[in-house]
């Protein structure tokens, strides 16, 4: 697509996990959305593709779903948009009147890492009939009231899709029936410079193709084949037929997809009595789950080699379904096999010999005394693979109780499917009770135990969930037992509808009903660039047309976690076709390092590695495909170092650690522990946490050929700072090169250092070969290279009084640093500068130490410690929300942090008030502890947390901002300022300053890219201190202008202003102002434990409540409700955003996020199949967000506050939630006391916290004993 200059269709992962590129498909049946990422162009003959392009543009019309996601406040990076458009205009297609079950179905596989989702439901719901409100009133007034061109009142789908009715869609339909009538036609050959294709006329033709490339994989919806690598051949499958209906059941040809499949299934479940539909149902539940909807539309359900391990086929083979196999013709006739443990061969094998193909799939109806049930559980709701799932079923002797035959079946528990035979031997012709329930465990116990050191590691958490299945199915099957003799109707289970309850923000603030209506400040405007980016206009830096003569760089990393670098042999790499040139640190003309605050960093590394990733070489080859394979293709040999080690306690134990090592402490700490009634200690593991910024990182780097002139277009949070390294890189002056960003697609935090490399690298090979070069990292490359969130040890001793007052607490914090230093140390300062939270411990103490350790330098990321401090003391505050205040809060007008900051903590304690108010606190506290009174299994917990956090750079000289404003003579105003637009909103809330100002529209004011050779020496955008420091920059310079301008204004009143500006320019007056902020001269002193580490604090507060399952570690999030003091939002839709977006980033850092790694070292969750994000799925049904009314901040512009990172920590609410459901649990075994919990809590984490009598069958293997699939770093 990028070769016809369609850029709108994004690359998020290059592997179906993340939607960004969805496209939808259309042949003569329904439309159905794809991920372009697993399409290969031949499978799309005779098909049309329709990209986001295709269906509106701001040019000429925006469709309607571009145009409701984007008033919806739904755009941030808007990396996601495209995808998220394409999924829901599909749906749109194929249903006029959408439910909106339909919409959350739709977006199952579109992941989102900036909003939230809620204000994409919203804009989409809009379709369903269901009224929202624009938040875009105008004088005080909430909502527009209304009208064509907004979202309010916005018709149903129904009542616009005529315009849908096309010329070109007319014509495809009649191509499509010609297509239809005409038949296949031929076999189809497509030969590639590689890869030899085949799309077989019939199933003859394909099977004779089968017979004569055996080695040639059968292609149908390539979710599972992907690359074609190096495998010369592959046959396309045409053999689709439909859904057969038939009295025993339902058979299906084998290129259905996996939604036709689900969608048959539901038809049957509605035609038949719920009886004989129990094993279409139990189907049913697990497809729900099964990738997102884009995989299942194009999957088939016989894509054998992946579905053998889900629950879907698990469940199939229980119930000894058929596959009819048509044998070779020559061969003659078909086969039928069941389908069980004997039809795979192993992890990713079946027994289907080369020359067979499946011909369809055959599920019978239940019988009167079966019971069929399917288990999934997986680390995420949905869009995730399992971990373990199972299938089972049991017949019982006609009229009786009696177990007459039972097949179990586990997916997950080994290579291949695991059929349990012992166990259900064992238990034929016993009764199903309590006694059989007893036998059933123990037999399983043995027969499902897993090996310590197991692929796929969490042996202890499956062999667990096994047990926990078939307890689920026992409970199942008595109740249905007993609804069967009492011939109650079974109720159907239903989907959870839960898009219903979704809410919108509650409050956001109102600008007063004097302010004119005119400016712009104070309003819920939308983003500036939302219609670009749903439409796909909007351009990234891999979106800009390839330069002429354009290279490829790709990076080649070491596999070594700490080894001497013995040779380089690259000249098998530059034999690859298309390979130009090997770069290495000796290319490098000036400097071969990254220097920061006096730590440097090897761009490439010259002598040692000290981690797996570590950048050692690259190749630059005229494509990005060749340079891969060329990378691929270096061998590099190493000489292994020792120490190597990854884990905090491993580094403890080495003592290695960076310095400075830092220490904050107020009071007397050892004297008050003296006197405390009780103490406390322990300690607290958080987990790190990957950016997945939708957007990899990468940059163009062109060389100018004249005077070392480079320009870099880099997908940069810190362009001054890239421009900066790539100058010491190749020695050249920073005047030379100029760094350029038009947006990126999110940074959080991530985008600051490594990409400063990356561009340093890039101009390398620019500066080498003398032509532009390109780089961009995939999905894998960009987890392993540039890291993430610190994962922190934090060990604490913490005093109380009997009234819950806490006297002292002495805490240490550990942090994983990985081998460099990066940022890590600033990151240590801000975690212990958060360390007090909303309390007033008055004796505090804190010692920051940054391990060393052998792992990928971890880095920046949203909040930058400060969640790490806040949650450590967090977890010792051991009373119940509605005595904290009373007993811990800071109170006085005129309090001290722990570091002696003055502050003021009345707005903190008015957000802590109004949150336990509006969530209905104290009797929603009561109510769960009713539910876990009268619930053994499912168990809930609430938990509300109050926030102070410091919003600035406690590097005071950081604190600053710089603008430059044009007006040109037809009155149009261009804005440049340091800080970069990653869809947190900047470039909006700039305009809104300028346009109040300036006394124009919003729509005359334009922000072009930001550019160090417009405005040089920018501070990052980071800190949550980008739009305080960029705003008052822009404020400085508009107002000099209108100082300027002001003369004429007076001498011609009733002039507009495009007159002024003419008159002006005649008058000679400069329409070109800089803008300048001094921000505020922050620092801490180390020695003395003081100092105004920050320009002020923003507060909030969060309440969630939870419910977890007890027996599969299961999590739901039932409700949040936050209120966050935002000062006087500057623009309340995008503060809103920037709160939801935190919070799900944190919901996902504290519940679901877990990075894994080999015990050697190497990460091994390297894209989305691997490492969870928050999905539409994990968002509370109610997450009501209020900004806090009436409250000022006289630091910042116009009364605001920055916002971007303390949402983040208000995740720890569901962590702490969980931890009290598990409580709960606990004390159903008898455990009262206080136990362990690591964030994030995972479902292995629930699970197996919740201690109960399977948890205690399984044995628990001897740390150390064996060698683990993941460690803990
Ligand atoms: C993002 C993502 C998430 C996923 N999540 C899940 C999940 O949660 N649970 C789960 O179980 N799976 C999951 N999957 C796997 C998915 O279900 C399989 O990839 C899919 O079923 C394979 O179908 P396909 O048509 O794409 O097969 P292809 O990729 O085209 O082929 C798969 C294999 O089957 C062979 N094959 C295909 N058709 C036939 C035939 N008729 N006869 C003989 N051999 C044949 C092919 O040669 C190939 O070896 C996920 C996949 C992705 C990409
Ligand atoms: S890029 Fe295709 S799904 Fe992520
Ligand atoms: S707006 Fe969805 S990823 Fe940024």
Same mark, same amino acid.
């Given at each position: 697509?990028?070769?016809?200059?369609?850029?709108?269709?994004?690359?998020?992962?290059? %592997?179906?996990?993340?939607?960004?590129?969805?496209?939808?498909?259309?042949?003569?049946?329904?439309?159905?959305?794809?991920?372009?990422?697993?399409?290969?162009?031949?499978?799309?003959?005779?098909?049309?593709?329709?990209?986001?392009?295709?269906?509106?543009?701001?040019?000429?019309?925006?469709?309607?779903?571009?145009?409701?996601?984007?008033?919806?406040?739904?755009?941030?990076?808007?990396?996601?948009?495209?995808?998220?458009?394409?999924?829901?205009?599909?749906?749109?297609?194929?249903?006029?009147?959408?439910?909106?079950?339909?919409?959350?179905?739709?977006?199952?596989?579109?992941?989102?890492?900036?909003?939230?989702?809620?204000?994409?439901?919203?804009? &989409?719901?809009?379709?369903?009939?269901?009224?929202?409100?624009?938040?875009?009133?105008?004088?005080?007034?909430?909502?527009?009231?209304? =009208?064509?061109?907004?979202?309010?009142?916005?018709?149903?789908?129904?009542?616009?899709?005529?315009?849908?009715?096309?010329?070109?869609?007319?014509?495809?339909?009649?191509?499509?029936?010609?297509?239809?009538?005409?038949?296949?036609?031929?076999?189809?050959?497509?030969?590639?410079?590689?890869?030899?294709?085949? !799309?077989?006329?019939?199933?003859?033709?394909?099977?004779? +193709?089968?017979?004569?490339?055996?080695?040639?994989?059968?292609?149908?919806?390539?979710?599972?084949?992907?690359?074609?690598?190096?495998?010369?051949?592959?046959?396309?499958?045409?053999?689709?037929?439909?859904?057969?209906?038939?009295?025993?059941?339902?058979?299906?040809? %084998?290129?259905?997809?996996?939604?036709?499949?689900?969608?048959?299934?539901?038809?049957?479940?509605?035609?038949?009595?719920?009886?004989?539909?129990?094993?279409?149902?139990?189907?049913?539940?697990?497809?729900?789950?099964?990738?997102?909807?884009?995989?299942?539309?194009?999957?088939?359900?016989?894509?054998?080699?992946?579905?053998?391990?889900?629950?879907?086929?698990?469940?199939?083979?229980? *119930?000894?379904?058929?596959?009819?196999?048509?044998?070779?013709?020559?061969?003659?006739?078909?086969?039928?096999?069941?389908?069980?443990?004997?039809?795979?061969?192993?992890?990713?094998? @079946?027994?289907?010999?080369?020359?067979?193909?499946?011909?369809?799939?055959?599920?019978?109806?239940?019988?009167?005394?079966?019971?069929?049930?399917?288990?999934?559980?997986?680390?995420?709701?949905?869009?995730? #693979?399992?971990?373990?799932?199972?299938?089972?079923?049991?017949?019982?002797?006609?009229?009786?109780?009696?177990?007459?035959?039972?097949?179990?079946?586990?997916?997950?528990?080994?290579?291949?499917?695991?059929?349990?035979?012992?166990?259900?031997?064992?238990?034929?012709?016993?009764?199903?009770?309590?006694?059989?329930?007893?036998?059933?465990?123990?037999?399983?116990?043995?027969?499902?135990?897993?090996?310590?050191?197991?692929?796929?590691?969490?042996?202890?958490?499956?062999?667990?969930?096994?047990?926990?299945?078939?307890?689920?199915?026992?409970?199942?099957?008595?109740?249905?037992?007993?609804?069967?003799?009492?011939?109650?109707?079974?109720?159907?289970?239903?989907?959870?509808?839960?898009?219903?309850?979704? +809410?919108?923000?509650?409050?956001?603030?109102?600008?007063?009903?004097?302010?004119?209506?005119?400016?712009?400040?104070?309003?819920?405007?939308?983003?500036?660039?939302?219609?670009?980016?749903?439409?796909?206009?909007?351009?990234?830096?891999?979106?800009?047309?390839?330069?002429?003569?354009?290279? #490829?760089?790709?990076?080649?990393?070491?596999?070594?976690?700490?080894?001497?670098?013995?040779?380089?042999? &690259?000249?098998?790499?530059?034999?690859?076709?298309?390979?130009?040139?090997?770069?290495?640190?000796?290319?490098?003309?000036?400097?071969?390092?990254?220097?920061?605050?006096?730590?440097?960093?090897?761009?490439?590394?010259?002598?040692?590695?000290?981690?797996?990733?570590?950048?050692?070489?690259?190749?630059?080859?005229?494509?990005?495909?060749?340079?891969?394979?060329?990378?691929?293709?270096?061998?590099?040999?190493?000489?292994?170092?020792?120490?190597?080690?990854?884990?905090?306690?491993?580094?403890?134990?080495?003592?290695?650690?960076?310095? $400075?090592?830092?220490?904050?402490?107020?009071?007397?700490?050892?004297?008050? #522990?003296?006197?405390?009634?009780?103490?406390?200690?322990?300690?607290?593991?958080?987990?790190?946490?990957?950016?997945?910024?939708?957007? @990899?990182?990468?940059?163009?780097?062109?060389?100018?050929?004249?005077?070392?002139?480079?320009?870099?277009?880099?997908?940069?949070?810190?362009?001054?700072?890239?421009?900066?390294?790539?100058?010491?890189?190749?020695?050249?002056?920073?005047?030379?090169?100029?760094?350029?960003?038009?947006?990126?697609?999110?940074?959080?935090? =991530?985008?600051?250092?490594?990409?400063? !490399?990356?561009?340093?690298?890039?101009?390398?090979?620019?500066?080498?070969?003398?032509?532009?070069?390109?780089?961009?990292?995939?999905?894998?490359?960009?987890?392993?290279?540039?890291?993430?969130?610190?994962?922190?040890?934090?060990? *604490?001793?913490?005093?109380?009084?009997?009234?819950?007052?806490?006297?002292?607490?002495?805490?240490?914090? *550990?942090?994983? =640093?990985?081998?460099?230093?990066?940022?890590?140390?600033?990151?240590?300062?801000?975690?212990?500068?958060?360390?007090?939270?909303?309390?007033?411990?008055?004796?505090?103490?804190?010692?920051?130490?940054?391990?060393?350790?052998?792992?990928?330098?971890?880095?920046?990321?949203?909040?930058?410690?400060?969640?790490?401090?806040?949650?450590?003391?967090?977890?010792?505050?051991?009373?119940?929300?509605?005595?904290?205040?009373?007993?811990?809060?800071?109170?006085?007008?005129?309090? *001290?942090?722990?570091?002696?900051?003055?502050?003021?903590?009345?707005?903190?304690?008015?957000?802590?008030?109004?949150?336990?108010?509006?969530?209905?606190?104290?009797?929603?506290?009561?109510?769960?502890?009713?539910?876990?009174?009268?619930?053994?299994?499912?168990?809930?917990?609430?938990?509300?947390?109050? +926030?102070?956090?410091?919003?600035?750079?406690?590097?005071?000289?950081?604190?600053?901002?710089?603008?430059?404003?044009?007006?040109?003579?037809?009155? !149009?105003?261009?804005? !440049?300022?340091?800080?970069?637009?990653?869809?947190?909103?900047?470039?909006?809330?700039?305009?809104?300053?300028?346009?109040?100002?300036?006394?124009?529209?919003?729509?005359?004011?334009?922000?072009?890219?930001?550019?160090? =050779?417009?405005?040089?020496?920018?501070?990052?955008?980071?800190?949550?201190?980008? @739009?305080?420091?960029?705003?008052?920059?822009?404020?400085?310079?508009?107002?000099?202008?209108?100082?300027?301008?002001?003369?004429?204004?007076?001498?011609?009143?009733?002039?507009?202003?495009?007159?002024?500006?003419?008159?002006?320019?005649?008058?000679?007056?400069?329409? %070109?102002?800089?803008? #300048?902020?001094?921000?505020?001269?922050?620092?801490?002193?180390?020695?003395?434990?003081?100092?105004?580490?920050?320009?002020?604090?923003?507060?909030?507060?969060?309440?969630?409540?939870?419910?977890?399952?007890?027996?599969?570690?299961?999590?739901?999030?039932?409700?949040?409700?936050?209120?966050?003091?935002?000062?006087?939002?500057?623009?309340?839709?995008?503060?809103?955003?920037?709160?939801?977006?935190?919070?799900?980033?944190?919901?996902?850092?504290?519940?679901?996020?877990?990075?894994?790694?080999?015990?050697?070292?190497?990460?091994?969750?390297?894209?989305?199949?691997?490492?969870?994000? $928050?999905?539409?799925?994990?968002?509370?049904?109610?997450?009501?967000?209020?900004?806090?009314?009436?409250?000022?901040?006289?630091?910042?512009?116009?009364?605001?506050?920055?916002?971007?990172?303390?949402?983040?920590?208000?995740?720890?609410?569901? &962590?702490?939630?969980?931890?009290?459901?598990?409580?709960?649990?606990?004390?159903?075994?008898?455990?009262?006391?206080?136990?362990?919990? %690591?964030?994030?809590?995972?479902?292995?984490?629930?699970?197996?916290?919740?201690?109960?009598?399977?948890?205690?069958?399984?044995?628990?293997?001897?740390?150390?004993?064996?060698?683990?699939?993941?460690?803990?770093?």
């Amino acid at each position: 697509m990028s070769a016809a200059r369609l850029t709108g269709t994004k690359y998020g992962c290059g %592997s179906g996990g993340c939607g960004a590129c969805t496209v939808m498909l259309s042949r003569y049946d329904p439309h159905c959305s794809a991920n372009a990422c697993l399409l290969p162009v031949v499978s799309l003959h005779g098909a049309a593709v329709v990209t986001v392009e295709g269906i509106g543009s701001t040019k000429t019309k925006l469709h309607p779903v571009q145009e409701r996601i984007a008033k919806a406040h739904g755009s941030q990076c808007g990396f996601c948009t495209p995808g998220m458009v394409m999924s829901m205009y599909t749906l749109l297609r194929n249903q006029p009147q959408p439910s909106l079950e339909d919409i959350r179905e739709a977006l199952t596989g579109n992941l989102c890492r900036c909003t939230g989702y809620r204000p994409i439901v919203d804009g &989409f719901k809009t379709f369903c009939g269901v009224s929202e409100c624009c938040q875009n009133g105008e004088s005080g007034k909430n909502c527009c009231g209304g =009208g064509p061109s907004t979202l309010c009142n916005a018709p149903a789908w129904s009542q616009v899709r005529t315009q849908e009715k096309t010329v070109q869609t007319l014509v495809l339909h009649l191509h499509f029936q010609l297509m239809l009538q005409k038949g296949g036609g031929g076999r189809l050959c497509f030969q590639g410079n590689r890869v030899k294709w085949f !799309s077989p006329a019939d199933l003859s033709d394909l099977l004779e +193709l089968r017979a004569a490339h055996p080695n040639a994989p059968l292609v149908v919806g390539n979710t599972n084949v992907g690359d074609p690598g190096f495998c010369r051949e592959r046959v396309t499958d045409p053999t689709g037929t439909g859904a057969l209906w038939a009295i025993a059941g339902v058979t299906f040809g %084998s290129a259905c997809s996996l939604s036709e499949v689900k969608e048959e299934l539901q038809g049957a479940v509605g035609r038949l009595d719920p009886e004989e539909s129990r094993v279409f149902q139990a189907l049913l539940n697990t497809l729900r789950c099964l990738a997102g909807k884009q995989i299942r539309n194009m999957a088939v359900s016989r894509g054998p080699q992946r579905l053998k391990c889900s629950a879907f086929s698990v469940a199939v083979a229980s *119930y000894k379904l058929t596959h009819k196999l048509p044998f070779s013709p020559f061969a003659g006739g078909t086969r039928e096999v069941p389908l069980n443990e004997k039809f795979f061969a192993g992890f990713g094998r @079946t027994h289907l010999r080369a020359d067979e193909v499946l011909l369809s799939l055959h599920i019978p109806r239940s019988q009167p005394w079966e019971f069929v049930s399917a288990f999934r559980q997986a680390q995420r709701r949905e869009f995730a #693979f399992s971990i373990v799932n199972a299938g089972m079923k049991v017949v019982f002797k006609e009229g009786t109780d009696t177990v007459q035959s039972l097949s179990i079946f586990y997916g997950g528990m080994g290579p291949t499917l695991l059929r349990v035979k012992r166990t259900c031997e064992g238990l034929v012709g016993m009764s199903w009770n309590e006694g059989l329930l007893e036998e059933a465990c123990r037999l399983l116990a043995e027969e499902v135990a897993l090996p310590p050191t197991a692929h796929g590691g969490k042996t202890e958490f499956r062999s667990i969930l096994s047990l926990s299945f078939f307890f689920k199915f026992y409970m199942q099957v008595v109740q249905e037992l007993r609804e069967k003799v009492g011939r109650h109707k079974r109720k159907r289970s239903e989907p959870e509808s839960y898009l219903l309850t979704i +809410l919108h923000p509650s409050h956001i603030q109102m600008v007063s009903e004097i302010q004119s209506s005119k400016d712009p400040v104070g309003r819920p405007r939308v983003h500036i660039a939302a219609f670009q980016q749903a439409t796909g206009e909007a351009k990234y830096y891999d979106d800009l047309p390839a330069v002429s003569g354009e290279l #490829f760089v790709f990076m080649v990393t070491s596999t070594r976690a700490h080894a001497k670098i013995i040779s380089m042999d &690259f000249s098998e790499a530059l034999r690859v076709p298309g390979a130009v040139t090997f770069l290495s640190a000796r290319d490098v003309p000036g400097q071969n390092r990254r220097l920061w605050f006096n730590n440097t960093e090897e761009l490439f590394a010259e002598e040692e590695v000290c981690c797996v990733g570590q950048i050692i070489g690259a190749v630059v080859a005229e494509s990005r495909e060749q340079a891969k394979r060329a990378a691929e293709r270096v061998r590099v040999t190493y000489d292994d170092l020792s120490p190597v080690f990854f884990t905090i306690e491993e580094a403890i134990q080495h003592q290695s650690f960076f310095n $400075p090592k830092r220490k904050l402490e107020r009071g007397n700490v050892d004297e008050a #522990f003296g006197k405390v009634d009780r103490i406390l200690e322990g300690e607290m593991y958080m987990g790190g946490q990957e950016h997945f910024y939708m957007e @990899t990182q990468g940059l163009i780097a062109v060389p100018r050929g004249e005077d070392g002139e480079m320009d870099l277009y880099v997908a940069t949070q810190h362009a001054a700072f890239t421009q900066e390294v790539v100058g010491h890189t190749l020695g050249v002056d920073s005047n030379k090169i100029t760094c350029h960003v038009k947006r990126l697609g999110g940074g959080f935090g =991530g985008k600051v250092m490594k990409i400063a !490399s990356l561009s340093a690298i890039a101009a390398t090979a620019a500066y080498k070969t003398g032509r532009a070069v390109r780089c961009v990292l995939d999905r894998g490359d960009d987890m392993l290279i540039t890291s993430g969130r610190h994962p922190f040890l934090g060990k *604490y001793k913490v005093g109380f009084m009997n009234d819950g007052t806490i006297l002292a607490a002495d805490i240490t914090y *550990y942090s994983n =640093g990985g081998s460099t230093l990066d940022e890590s140390s600033f990151i240590m300062e801000k975690a212990l500068l958060h360390m007090d939270n909303g309390y007033k411990i008055p004796n505090l103490r804190g010692h920051g130490l940054v391990c060393k350790t052998h792992l990928p330098s971890y880095t920046a990321f949203r909040g930058f410690g400060g969640p790490q401090g806040l949650t450590i003391i967090e977890s010792n505050v051991d009373l119940p929300a509605h005595q904290v205040r009373a007993v811990n809060m800071y109170s006085e007008e005129e309090s *001290y942090t722990h570091h002696r900051q003055p502050f003021c903590p009345r707005d903190m304690v008015r957000c802590w008030d109004e949150c336990l108010e509006k969530s209905d606190y104290s009797s929603r506290r009561l109510a769960v502890q009713h539910f876990n009174a009268t619930n053994r299994w499912r168990k809930r917990g609430i938990c509300a947390v109050p +926030l102070k956090f410091g919003i600035g750079f406690s590097k005071g000289f950081y604190n600053q901002g710089a603008a430059l404003v044009n007006i040109y003579k037809d009155g !149009s105003v261009l804005v !440049s300022h340091g800080g970069t637009e990653m869809g947190q909103g900047i470039n909006t809330k700039a305009v809104q300053i300028a346009s109040r100002i300036l006394g124009v529209p919003m729509s005359s004011i334009h922000i072009k890219e930001t550019c160090t =050779g417009n405005v040089p020496n920018a501070a990052p955008s980071a800190a949550s201190f980008g @739009t305080d420091a960029v705003g008052m920059a822009v404020k400085d310079a508009c107002e000099k202008l209108m100082k300027r301008l002001e003369p004429v204004m007076k001498a011609y009143p009733k002039w507009t202003w495009s007159q002024w500006i003419v008159e002006a320019y005649c008058q000679k007056i400069s329409l %070109s102002a800089t803008g #300048f902020f001094m921000g505020p001269h922050t620092s801490v002193d180390w020695e003395k434990s003081e100092g105004a580490a920050y320009y002020y604090f923003t507060f909030g507060a969060c309440c969630s409540e939870v419910e977890i399952d007890c027996l599969t570690g299961d999590h739901k999030n039932i409700r949040t409700d936050i209120v966050m003091d935002v000062g006087k939002s500057l623009n309340p839709a995008l503060d809103v955003g920037q709160v939801e977006g935190g919070f799900v980033q944190g919901l996902g850092l504290y519940t679901i996020e877990e990075l894994q790694f080999s015990p050697d070292g190497a990460l091994r969750t390297r894209g989305p199949n691997q490492y969870k994000i $928050p999905a539409l799925c994990d968002i509370p049904p109610q997450l009501n967000v209020h900004l806090l009314a009436d409250s000022q901040n006289p630091n910042a512009i116009y009364s605001s506050k920055g916002i971007g990172e303390p949402p983040v920590f208000f995740g720890c609410t569901l &962590f702490f939630a969980i931890k009290e459901a598990i409580a709960a649990a606990r004390r159903e075994s008898g455990l009262n006391g206080r136990f362990a919990l %690591s964030s994030p809590a995972t479902v292995e984490k629930i699970r197996m916290a919740c201690v109960d009598r399977f948890t205690e069958m399984v044995p628990c293997p001897e740390p150390g004993s064996f060698t683990p699939w993941a460690i803990n770093v």
